[in-house]
Nanobody, 120 residues
Framework: QVQLVESGGGLVQPGGSLRLSCAASGTILSVETMGWYRQAPGKERELVAGISSGGDTDYADSVKGRFTISKDNVKNTIYLQMNSLKPEDTAVYYC??????????????WGQGTQVTVSS
C-alpha cells in the first residue's frame, strides 16, 4: 500500500518559519495531485496548498504570499515552506495524494498529520 509520512511540525513563534515534508512510499505508477490540508479544533478541514503532476499550484487565500508548495519527483516528496507564521495557522497539517499503483488501483491517500503550533 502507498503511505504518506509527514514531518517538520512543531512549535514556532509568530513571524517564524517552518518547513513541512511529506514522503510517499510504496509502489506508485503515477500521482495525479498532492496537497497540504489543515484542520484546527472546531473547524473544517481546508486545503492549504496543492500541486499537480505538471507543477501547477493552488493556495488558500489566507496563505498566499506566505506559503510555498514544492515537490521532488525523484524522492517522491512534497514540501510546504511556511513563512511569516501567524497564530491562526495553528492546526494539524495533513498531506494528501491521489495515486495510481502499478496494479492499476487509484485512490486517495492521507498522512497521519503533523501538529503546527504558532505561539509566543
Amino acid at each position: 500500500q502507498v503511505q504518506l509520512v509527514e514531518s517538520g511540525g512543531g512549535l514556532v513563534q509568530p513571524g517564524g518559519s517552518l518547513r513541512l515534508s511529506c514522503a510517499a512510499s510504496g509502489t506508485i505508477l503515477s500521482v495525479e495531485t498532492m496537497g497540504w490540508y489543515r484542520q484546527a479544533p472546531g473547524k473544517e478541514r481546508e486545503l492549504v496548498a496543492g500541486i499537480s503532476s505538471g507543477g501547477d499550484t493552488d493556495y488558500a487565500d489566507s496563505v498566499k504570499g506566505r506559503f510555498t508548495i514544492s515537490k521532488d519527483n525523484v524522492k517522491n516528496t512534497i514540501y510546504l515552506q511556511m513563512n511569516s507564521l501567524k497564530p491562526e495557522d495553528t492546526a494539524v497539517y495533513y498531506c494528501n495524494a491521489y495515486v495510481t499503483t502499478q496494479s492499476s488501483d487509484s485512490y486517495d491517500v492521507w498522512g497521519q498529520g503533523t501538529q503546527v503550533t504558532v505561539s509566543s
